[in-house]
């Protein structure tokens, strides 16, 4: 792996904190983004290291230019959210399925490694806990299988091309960048919402549904070791720890000094129990290194901090 990372949809909430550790790491980033969801106050306003392309990746007529002195691509663009890929689901499998296999034949055509989000999603509702990369993938919505989907091809053109590549299972990662008012936002920035404007904290249900929750700047170090390194497959990203709705809450008001809860009827189809065994990625990437206590107050104490960490695994 050389110089030079093409980052698609690097304007996004993870792609720019993975942009920004490209950067700090010493190398050369080029951005693709439709700025569908990201914004370009995301990423630096001039970086002699960067390049930001304004486009999207199913657009043939950029392709060429895109790969140019390219040693590696991530791939993070994606329509994101469950509820919409339910709503619509055509062009969910278009932006998730259609556009993955273009960016696996841009990486097959240059002859690079290329890192892609998957998602906990994947595994549906967990029988057992912590989830394994070996556990049995049951998605139960259509961005759960479109994700499962550019995993398979990503396996197929490692058989047929030889194509080096790493998919990664993100659980619920948290931190600044994630736009707090989206519908589709998660737990984290709901809470810190209602937080600031002196709301109670809504619990949906009885609180006690956890999630693994990452916070994103691990997740712009595991992508980076990710590019670097040669494994192949799948890895869960996540904390390795479990944390109740409930428990989050509380860690919240600690940390504000204040805070109540309201209750509010669960969601229906809402997963029970998520968390990741990461014993792959200490191994392979490096283990987290941000505790949910310390991100979340760090969150707490900066303007920027909103947000991340959606409540429905793979949002
Ligand atoms: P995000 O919406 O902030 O980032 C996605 C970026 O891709 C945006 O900048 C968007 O403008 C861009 N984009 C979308 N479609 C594009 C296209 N066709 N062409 C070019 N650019 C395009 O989302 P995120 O939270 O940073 O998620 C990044 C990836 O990680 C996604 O694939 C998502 O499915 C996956 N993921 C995220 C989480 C999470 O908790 N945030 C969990 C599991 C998986």
Redesign the pocket.
């Known amino acids: 792996m050389g110089e030079r990372i093409l980052v698609?949809?690097?304007?996004?909430?993870?792609?720019s904190h993975t942009v920004d550790h490209l950067l700090t790491q010493g190398y050369s980033v080029r951005v693709?983004?439709?700025?569908?969801?990201?914004?370009r106050e995301n990423l630096p306003a001039s970086h002699p290291r960067l390049e930001v392309v304004t486009?999207?990746?199913?657009d043939s007529h950029l392709w060429a230019n895109l790969l140019a002195d390219i040693d590696g691509i991530l791939h993070?663009?994606?329509?994101?959210s469950v509820q919409k890929s339910i709503e619509n689901p055509v062009n969910s499998c278009t932006?998730n399925i259609r556009?993955f296999v273009i960016v696996l034949e841009l990486a097959r055509k240059r002859g690079v490694r290329v890192v892609y989000?998957?998602?906990?999603?994947v595994y549906g509702d967990p029988q057992t806990l912590p989830l394994r990369e070996s556990d049995p993938v049951v998605p139960i919505s259509p961005?759960g299988l479109e994700?499962y989907s550019n995993e398979l091809y990503a396996q197929l053109y490692e058989k047929m091309y030889g194509l080096s590549h790493l998919g990664m299972r993100?659980?619920?990662?948290?931190g600044p960048?994630?736009?707090p008012y989206s519908p589709y936002s998660?737990v984290i920035s709901r809470f810190i919402v209602q937080m600031r404007s002196g709301q109670p904290l809504s619990i949906r249900g009885d609180g006690l549904q956890e999630r693994d929750f990452i916070h994103v700047a691990d997740v712009a170090r595991a992508n980076v070791a990710a590019l670097f390194c040669t494994c192949s497959g799948v890895l869960n990203i996540g904390s390795g720890c479990a944390t109740t709705i409930r428990q989050l809450g509380e860690t919240l008001c600690d940390l504000h000094g204040s805070g109540e809860f309201s209750w509010v009827p669960p969601i229906a189809g809402d997963i029970r129990h998520s968390c990741a065994d990461i014993t792959a990625m200490r191994t392979l990437l490096g283990a987290p290194k941000i505790t949910l206590a310390a991100g979340l107050g760090e969150f707490l104490n900066t303007d920027a901090g909103v947000d991340?960490?959606?409540e429905a695994v793979?949002?």
Do not use: M, P
Not at 8 to 15: D, E, L, N, S, T
Not at 55 to 58: A, K, L, R
Not at 76 to 80: F, H
Not at 117 to 121: E, I, N, P, R, V
């Open positions: 698609i949809g690097g304007a996004g909430f993870i792609g693709l983004d439709n700025f569908s969801t990201g914004r486009g999207d990746i199913g993070l663009a994606a329509q994101v932006e556009n989000a998957s998602s906990a999603a961005y994700k993100y659980f619920n990662v948290y960048r994630q736009d998660g991340v960490g959606a793979g949002a």
